[in-house]
């Protein structure tokens, strides 16, 4: 990476950062001097880009390209729709997934006077007294920790009853807010710090430590606000109204346009909302480009900001002149930067763009959802459970060592897999973590067609018979676990062999398949083709390095998941160590079946779905471990799965029930599913109860062909 590419990016996280929402076509035309058709427009965030695009190009000359202090092409700004449609989009699910899950009692009483104030608005008081409630609930070891003093910048409320709300800070930090009845549903950036920031903070001092005894160690960025965060690039808002920003900005100041396609998109939610995208460009001419233009979408309060003024003050002149609407009032001010004059893009790529990482980003699928934004409530229906730390957990675990019948040939290569183009890593994830604990519960019985030959589970089982309709747009352990359920148990992959894998390998992939473009992803699902002797236990959750290294330590294989950066996709050998939160260009899944110490290093040992040659050595490659980098250390997940006759892995109950209490109260414990004050909720919600609390509910899931077990 060159020190002009890193200093872009530092200058990207310390800008004001970017927000979307979903620009589509109006029903007058854009460019339209029709004063009715303008008229109509005023009151629809989705047109207010383009009315202000076209209002400016009648008062002003074309806005002009300036360049920030760090050396960018800056074009704009002009006025874009507010942050809270943006918030509101990505939250949909989450808030779902919340209400879902509320235990509500009509008869309720308010003695909280903040709380009071939301059964009808939102006001800062309240939030600062919700948020404090949510950390003592959900992470105390926060508690406590002011990290802004909040005003209102916007608000509204839904036809569920649930408020939603964009604060800011005095240090113009934004932070979104969805609450319904006393409880936040849906927090932007996440309420609590969570894992992934409190394990870097402690990995900052222990890397310094490191330094101290001349160890080469990698000392991750602490970050107050958001962090680099993949976006969908062919459904999310924010790609979209990005994509729109540079197409207008160029017919407008270049007076040509380029064909875009989208290789990955990320966003940072700091002081507003900053959008990167990496793109492949095509010229008029034909020439190929490739390069990383950001999108800052701003806050601005009083609409004669300094800093929009100083970068182009000319557009921000005549725009403040149409005199903007109440909505435009509370909308986002966009801005386009490029390393390299707009008008001249298509004559060569940003210096600082690795076009190896555009080529494997082309011939590989990035499939991890939970991982992009507003795709992070798909794995809520798993229970989470805690994990002691495995005192005596020895310094380094292998499974290819330890189970040598189970990973044929050298270094185990034979079971390494490739997904093709297809975005299927979710379920190749699954399905090589299961087929490692398939095997390793019988040592080999069960799992074998012969000593150089391993069974494998079925990947297209898991594409085809999952009711999410999952595939090679990407998935979650959630989507997996459903198609095991529903199929009554594993799959082999022999009788139900993978029909996306995109084109001839040594190809490189280059000719994708055809018949997996949508659902049921090449072949229809055929229900109750489980494997007689092999056993699925469920899916749940765990968060940690001492829980993960005490599990695999137990022969457990684990599907964890991670963001994706440039860097890693051309890694070889050595321990993989970062940076972290640059470059990130999407969310992929991969199975941990060992751990490590390599020349001072902590590594976890990955088994990845890009086969033999793809990545890493012979596909299994080391990956620093301690630090969340990426966020492999939050949220992987414990494929229960054992062969008929073999040693049944333990089952478990959740932290809590998976329902919250009434009137905003804590989580319910599975301790209290039973016989608490709600009655017997394993009765009641068996769907939710049951999953997360097995053992109370008396409900540990045994699925397959065998017949014990539900």
């Not at 920003?245 to 966003?267: G, I, N, P, W």
């Not at 001249?344 to 555009?358: F, L, N, P, R």
């Amino acid at each position: 990476m060159t020190a002009a590419r890193t200093c872009m990016l530092c200058v990207l996280l310390a800008l004001p950062s970017a927000a979307h929402a979903e620009v589509e076509e109006a029903a007058c035309d854009a460019t339209s001097d029709d004063p009715a058709c303008l008229a109509n427009m005023d009151d629809d965030p989705v047109n207010l880009l383009q009315k202000a695009v076209h209002l400016h190009s009648r008062v002003a000359e074309p806005p002009k390209q300036r360049r920030t202090a760090s050396g960018a092409y800056s074009y704009g700004p002009l006025r874009a729709p507010p942050a809270l449609k943006y918030f509101r989009h990505w939250a949909r699910g989450k808030v779902a997934s919340g209400i879902s899950r509320e235990l509500v009692v009509e008869a309720h009483v308010r003695t909280d006077e903040a709380l009071v104030q939301l059964e009808t608005a939102m006001t800062a008081t309240a939030a600062d007294a919700l948020l404090s409630r949510f950390r003592k609930h959900n992470c105390p070891e926060t508690e406590g920790r002011s990290v802004a003093t909040w005003a209102v910048h916007d608000r509204d409320e839904d036809a569920e009853g649930v408020q939603h709300a964009v604060l800011r800070s005095r240090e113009g930090v934004i932070q979104y807010l969805a609450t319904r009845r006393g409880r936040v549903l849906a927090a932007d950036p996440p309420a609590c710090r969570g894992p992934s920031l409190l394990a870097k903070k402690a990995a900052s001092k222990a890397a310094g430590k490191d330094k101290e005894k001349g160890m080469n160690a990698t000392e991750p960025e602490v970050k107050v606000s958001g962090e680099p965060k993949p976006l969908d690039k062919e459904s999310d808002p924010l790609v979209k109204d990005c994509e729109k920003l540079f197409h207008r900005t160029a017919k407008d100041v270049c007076h040509k346009d380029f064909k875009m396609e989208v290789l990955s998109a990320v966003v940072v939610v700091i002081d507003g909302l900053a959008t990167q995208l990496f793109v492949k460009l095509t010229g008029p001419n034909g020439t190929e480009t490739l390069h990383e233009p950001r999108c800052l979408f701003q806050v601005s309060t009083n609409h004669t900001d300094a800093t929009l003024l100083q970068l182009s003050p000319v557009v921000e002149q005549d725009i403040a002149n149409l005199q903007p609407t109440d909505l435009e009032k509370r909308g986002l001010h966009a801005t386009l930067e490029l390393t390299v004059p707009l008008c001249s893009a298509d004559d060569h790529s940003d210096a600082g763009v690795d076009e190896d990482s555009a080529t494997n980003l082309l011939q590989r699928g990035m499939g991890e959802l939970s991982l992009y934004k507003g795709f992070e409530h798909v794995n809520d229906r798993l229970p989470r459970i805690h994990v002691p730390r495995r005192a005596d957990a020895p310094m380094n675990f292998d499974m290819r060592t330890e189970y040598p019948a189970c990973f044929p040939d050298q270094d185990g290569k034979e079971v390494v897999r490739n997904q093709g183009k297809c975005g299927s890593c979710w379920a190749f994830a699954t399905s090589s973590a299961t087929m490692n604990n398939l095997c390793v519960s019988g040592v080999g019985l069960e799992a074998l067609a012969n000593p150089q030959d391993r069974y494998e589970v079925s990947v297209q089982q898991i594409l085809s018979c999952n009711s999410d309709k999952s595939g090679c747009e990407g998935g979650c352990a959630a989507s997996a676990d459903q198609a095991m359920r529903r199929n009554g148990g594993i799959a082999m992959e022999r009788y139900f062999p993978y029909k996306c894998g995109a084109g001839d390998p040594h190809k490189h992939f280059e000719e994708a398949s055809a018949t997996c473009g949508a659902f049921p992803w090449g072949r229809a699902c055929q229900e109750r083709s489980a494997e007689a002797s092999w056993m699925w236990g469920g899916a749940s959750v765990v968060s940690g390095e001492d829980a993960m290294k005490s599990l695999i330590s137990n022969s457990q294989s684990l599907y964890v998941s991670f963001k994706v950066s440039q860097k890693f996709m051309n890694h070889k050998d050595g321990v993989y160590t970062g940076p972290d939160g640059t470059n990130i260009v999407g969310g992929h899944a991969v199975v941990a079946m060992g751990y490590g110490v390599e020349d001072g290093t902590n590594y976890w040992l990955l088994q990845n779905s890009w086969g033999v040659a793809g990545w890493g050595v012979n596909g299994f490659g080391k990956f620093l471990r301690g630090y969340d980098l990426h966020g492999i250390e939050t949220n992987a997940y414990i494929l229960r799965a054992w062969v008929d006759g073999g040693e049944v892995p333990p089952c478990k109950d959740g932290q809590s029930s998976g329902l919250n209490g009434a009137n905003g109260g804590p989580p319910i414990l599975c301790g209290e599913a039973k016989t608490g004050s709600y009655g017997d909720l394993c009765a009641q919600s068996p769907d939710v109860v049951g999953p997360n609390c097995p053992i109370t509910c008396g409900v540990c899931p045994a699925v397959g062909p065998s017949g014990y077990g539900k």
